[in-house]
């Protein structure tokens, strides 16, 4: 990796310099030699929404990873599945579940009043609906279904799913083992955090400390950016208060940037390897500009806005394509539908990556790679 050039306000950045940066921080330059948790706590966690999508995002990013790492982790309550960023499931440390709730509850509080729950709840008394809640996720863990019906006997007239999903906007809530410990399946079934890790919320979380850490994760980038990956507001001050602790930088465009001195800021001609990420990975959703990773057009040709609610992989950094796995009880497949033409060796570096995902994702199994249609 080439030393880092000493940075200046108006040092431009350009589409490969942020690409090898994201990719550098996202541990997806090289795979990292560092335990489970370290790695995510240094991503400030995962998207976590699908149970088993944070082992193929951990797979792509440490050098050895065994699913068995992770799922010990959650069955220890040291990771946690909880909604946070942009009110979605991250896979997050308990102490990050902890100290970010509190930061980010105005964002989920804000959510929930544009949302049919929210709208199905008019009239309700919040404070007594909470409190109630709270008391019967903590007597004992329950799904949203049956959550929602005994709300309704306390609060008749309304529905119980909106009941329910409100209680998911408003309190601190979690998904339990063995939902996301691998081999295992269960239905989301919902606890409070507090109540789940027998430890209070951090009384004073700090959202300086939230944003340094975005940048070491996911920087350069702008406020747009962090607000993007946080859904949080009002951070243009707190960026500004932080300014003598940062060095910034312009894009192409000519936005500032900002970043942590002496981050990982590698050339831009570093070479990337090919890497199979997952669902509604953070690398490619946490920016507002994310032409640092994907082009427009791509992102059109996917389908915004949930275009990456489907598995993606990278050549040269870049976002190429798709890819999913078809599964038998004695085989699987790994089905490639490219974005863009493949060169021989590019080519080549996908098999490659792609036969040891399928080692990782189908064990013991007939393995087979294919080639779809493009998008």
């Known amino acids: 990796m080439a030393p880092r050039t000493d940075s200046a306000p108006d040092r431009m950045l350009n589409r490969r310099a942020l690409n090898r940066a994201l990719l550098a921080r996202q541990l997806l330059l090289e795979r990292a030699s560092m335990p489970v948790l370290d790695v995510v706590a240094h991503l400030v966690g995962l998207q976590g929404q699908e149970p088993l999508q944070p082992y193929y995002g951990l797979w792509s990013r440490i050098a050895g990873f065994q699913p068995e790492s992770l799922a010990e982790l959650l069955l220890q309550r040291r990771v946690v599945r909880a909604p946070l960023m942009r009110t979605t499931v991250h896979l997050v440390t308990a102490e990050d579940a902890l100290t970010i709730y509190p930061l980010v509850r105005p964002v989920l509080e804000r959510t929930l009043r544009n949302t049919p729950f929210g709208k199905g709840t008019v009239g309700v008394d919040m404070d007594a609906l909470c409190a109630h809640g709270r008391e019967l996720l903590e007597a004992e863990p329950r799904t949203m279904r049956e959550l929602g019906l005994l709300l309704q006997e306390r609060f008749p007239g309304y529905d119980p799913k909106n009941l329910a999903y409100a209680i998911h906007y408003l309190l601190p809530v979690l998904q339990i083992t063995p939902r996301g410990v691998w081999g295992q399946r269960q239905q989301a079934t919902w606890t409070t955090i507090e109540g789940w890790l027998d430890r209070p919320l951090d009384p004073e979380p700090s959202i300086d400390d939230l944003v340094l850490r975005y940048?070491?994760?996911?920087?350069?980038?702008?406020?747009?950016?962090?607000?993007?990956?946080?859904?949080?507001?009002?951070?243009?001050?707190?960026?500004?208060?932080?300014?003598?602790?940062?060095?910034?930088?312009?894009?192409?465009?000519?936005r500032e940037l900002f970043d942590l001195p002496g981050a990982p800021l590698p050339d831009p001609e570093t070479p990337a390897p090919v890497r199979f990420l997952p669902q509604f990975d953070n690398a490619v959703l946490s920016h507002d500009d994310r032409s640092r990773i994907i082009s427009d057009e791509h992102r059109k040709r996917?389908?915004?806005?949930?275009?990456?609610?489907?598995?993606?992989?990278?050549?040269?950094?870049?976002?190429?394509?798709?890819?999913?796995?078809?599964?038998?009880?004695?085989?699987?497949?790994?089905v490639i539908k490219p974005l863009v033409p493949l060169s021989p060796a590019d080519r080549r570096d996908v098999e490659d990556e792609g036969a040891r995902l399928l080692a990782f994702l189908a064990p013991g199994r007939d393995h087979d790679l294919r080639f779809g249609e493009g998008w």
């Not at 500004?240 to 192409?252: A, F, G, I, N």
């Open 215 to 254: 940048l070491a994760a996911f920087g350069p980038a702008s406020t747009a950016d962090i607000r993007t990956w946080s859904g949080i507001t009002g951070l243009r001050e707190v960026v500004e208060r932080l300014r003598p602790k940062l060095v910034s930088y312009r894009d192409e465009r000519g």
């Open 302 to 334: 996917l389908g915004t806005p949930n275009e990456f609610g489907r598995h993606i992989y990278l050549v040269d950094g870049f976002v190429a394509g798709t890819w999913d796995v078809e599964e038998t009880k004695t085989a699987a497949t790994l």
